[in-house]
């Protein structure tokens, strides 16, 4: 990865709260061009299709540049203050804010063309809800669809700004197996010494005349 993350992590898909300090550089113009360039560089390969699910969109930093490039972006976030203040602020556009737990999504089987989470995986509260989180965003995409993104590696800085927030890290190094155990196929993983970002894709749907090739054969 080219771009090292240089300002805070974003938000939770999840379970508790962002501090002041934590939540004043999620909204900074520093944040905001490490944001814009990252997800650039993480969308680079990927087409997201007409319905997009964002996982955590916090203040709405990353929802701001997504939207740009997507038909229809759903955002899910479980702050209900962030939520209803991004919710007030693009009212009216292609982006539906909802307030909810991405590990419950009170979605339908395989809604989305596209899933994209930034730097929001380490605030939640433990691994098994990560991995029930991954096992739900496989659920609600179509097969085919990418799930993609960025989270931030464990340093000191990291540390600092989630003094009174939760901080799970996620490594880069097993993630990959993790994605595959929800039912994902890797695509990419690649690292700096900040920040990691992911490709993977729900497995298309193998047709019927692919499924019953092989029943006739001796």
Same mark, same amino acid.
């Given at each position: ?9 974003? &938000? ?15 909204? +900074? ?7 814009? =360039? ?6 680079? $390969? ?23 490039? @997507?038909?229809?972006?759903? #955002? ?8 209803? +203040?991004? /919710?007030?602020?693009?009212?009216? !556009?292609?982006?539906? @804010?909802? !307030?909810?737990?991405?590990? !419950?999504?009170?979605?339908?089987? #395989? =809604? ?11 605030? @939640? ?5 990560? $991995?029930?989180?991954?096992?739900? @965003? ?13 989270? +931030? ?17 996620? +490594?880069?190094? !097993?993630?990959?197996? /993790? ?13 700096? &010494? ?25």
């Amino acid at each position: 990865m080219r771009n090292v993350q240089k300002c805070a992590g974003q &938000s939770l898909p999840g379970m508790g709260s962002m501090n002041l300090l934590h939540l004043y550089l999620c909204r +900074s113009a520093c944040w905001k061009k490490t944001i814009t =360039q990252r997800v650039s560089q993480v969308l680079a $390969d990927s087409d997201l299709g007409p319905n997009v699910l964002e996982i955590g969109p916090g203040p709405g930093l990353t929802t701001d540049v997504l939207r740009i490039g @997507v038909k229809r972006l759903t #955002a899910i976030e479980v702050d209900p203050r962030l939520a209803e +203040s991004l /919710r007030s602020r693009l009212r009216g !556009t292609n982006v539906n @804010v909802l !307030t909810g737990d991405a590990t !419950t999504m009170p979605f339908a089987d #395989a =809604q989305f063309t596209a899933g994209v989470s930034f730097t929001m995986l380490h605030h @939640v509260p433990s691994p098994e809800l990560q $991995d029930k989180l991954l096992r739900e @965003v496989c659920r609600v995409l179509q097969p085919g669809g990418f799930f993609v993104g960025s989270d +931030s590696l464990q340093n000191l800085f990291m540390r600092v700004i989630h003094i009174g927030d939760t901080l799970v890290p996620v +490594s880069p190094d !097993t993630f990959g197996k /993790r994605l595959e155990a929800a039912g994902f196929e890797v695509l990419e993983i690649a690292k700096d &010494s900040r920040a990691f970002l992911f490709r993977a894709r729900r497995p298309a749907a193998r047709s019927n005349s692919s499924v019953n090739s092989g029943k006739d054969r001796p």
